[in-house]
């Protein structure tokens, strides 16, 4: 049986979209379709081939504390995107691994490159919704380090990761502005 809370939680949301997002960061690395340099840019935004053709590129605006870029509006590949979340160990490293289907073959080789290289290559994670992408105002997580990539069909790629299982929701810890939680 659903949980009343989360039942007035669902009556509340909006109808707006969440878009994911992956940024892959390497000095020697440029993409090839936007031509930024030092970046590569992913956004899981679905449409038909057609109009990913059409439209190849999503926008949005970077947190004004983004590593590259900060505050600016700027152009994201438009591409199915599978982040698989790291699972929770008791030792050892957690790894979070990315699936990029149907991205252009020059990015799957930027990527591919960039990973063999010995300077680390940083993935950052944002989400936006699509009414509010031009605010600047994603979700962050930051601190992945891409490790191993791997071709069949679809890009994976394989990130050291930071400890996102215990981030509380919105990156706030719930304290006594929160009375209703009972703290």
């Known amino acids: 049986m659903t949980d009343d809370s989360l039942l007035r939680a669902y009556a509340y949301a909006t109808d707006d979209v969440e878009i994911a997002t992956v940024e892959v960061r390497h000095p020697a690395i440029e993409d090839p379709r936007s031509g930024s340099p030092g970046v590569i840019r992913l956004a899981s935004v679905f449409a038909s081939p057609g109009d990913i053709e059409a439209t ?33 160990t008791s ?21 591919i490159a960039a990973s063999k290289s010995q300077v680390p290559v940083a993935v950052t994670i944002r989400v936006f919704t699509q009414a509010a992408r031009l605010s600047g105002q994603p979700e962050v997580l930051s601190g992945f380090e891409l490790v ?36």
């Not at 691994?97 to 990527?111: E, H, K, Y």
């Open 56 to 88: 190849p590129f999503f926008e949005a605006r970077l947190e004004v504390d983004a590593p590259l870029q900060p505050g600016e509006i700027v152009p994201f590949n438009r591409a199915p995107i599978e982040i698989i979340r790291p699972e929770k």
């Open 91 to 111: 030792s050892g490293v957690p790894l979070a691994r990315f699936r990029f289907s149907n991205v252009d073959a020059r990015i799957t080789g930027a990527l």
């Open 148 to 183: 191993d990539p791997s071709i069949s069909g679809a890009v994976e790629v394989t990130a050291r990761a930071p400890d996102v299982i215990n981030i509380p929701f919105h990156t706030s810890f719930y304290d006594a502005r929160f009375p209703l939680l009972g703290l």
